[in-house]
């Protein structure tokens, strides 16, 4: 695939990410400004809840959605801490949540637990995207990984993700591979989304060659496909400039 139309396609598909333990509000207003380029804007942003009020000023009208975490990094089971999180993040003018799945309960192989963490996700996200965060880096196993996506896609999420970035090992290729491949079987209308350790364009058209390969180049949309980054856009834009 040639890297200046990667770079055009991954671009629509970037959730600008910064998630960092030192992030300020001048830091927010400047990754608002970057979300919006010459080329074309990026998907959405993704941030602490506190910043969300802020974004979505900031990006008012835009066409950029502003998403947020919950359950982050933690993965915890606790019910009670979710609805909180969702609450805030969705009262603050959040569209997306992207919350992390209870994979301490999987490992264990509390199964109802996760139905229920996810359901009650749901529920909760009535009418707004959810992504739920497998961290695949800590389940490992194909088959867990596997079972941890039909978990999720018979619970109602929209958009399945690999990892928070938090973890020795985030992203992957294999990890993508049998999330898409689960995805496809089950021929449900449920998004992916790879993020953790994406910095360049040869790492993210990797996962943007495996989603044509197992989904169809039509799939490739913001509503189905999603690249969680913080440093990336600097490299594809680059790459466009280039034209190479």
């Given amino acids: 695939m040639d890297d200046v139309l990667a770079a055009h396609a991954l671009l629509r598909l970037l959730d600008l990410t910064s ?22 804007n990026v998907a959405a942003v993704c941030i602490w809840p506190k910043f969300v009020t802020l974004a979505k000023r900031l990006l008012h009208g835009k066409d950029i959605k502003v998403a947020t975490v919950v359950n982050f990094p933690q993965g915890e089971n606790n019910l ?3 609805k909180r999180e969702i609450y805030q993040a969705l009262d603050a003018g959040a569209n997306e949540i992207d919350a992390v799945f209870p994979y301490h309960e999987f490992l264990n192989k509390n199964y109802k637990a996760c139905e229920a963490y996810v359901q009650t996700a749901r529920e909760l996200c009535e009418g707004k ?59 449900s209308n449920v998004g992916f989304k790879a993020s953790g350790g994406i910095r360049t364009i040869d790492d993210a058209k990797k996962y943007l060659i495996l989603a044509v390969d197992i989904m169809g180049y039509k799939w490739i949309t913001p509503a189905n496909m999603r690249i969680g980054a913080s440093s990336l856009l600097d490299n594809l834009i680059k790459t466009i400039k280039q034209g190479y």
């Fill in 19 to 40: 998630l960092n333990e030192k992030d300020t509000e001048y830091g927010i207003e400047e990754l608002c400004r970057k979300a919006q380029t010459p080329y074309g």
């Fill in 129 to 187: 995207t959810l992504k739920i965060i497998l961290e695949t880096g800590e389940i490992k196993n194909s088959l867990k990984i596997a079972n941890a996506t039909k978990i999720c896609i018979g619970n109602g999420a929209d958009f399945i993700k690999t990892s928070t970035g938090k973890t020795p090992v985030s992203a992957t290729p294999e990890a993508a591979n049998i999330i898409l491949e689960t995805i496809a079987q089950s021929k």
């Fill in 80 to 82: 009670g801490l979710l």
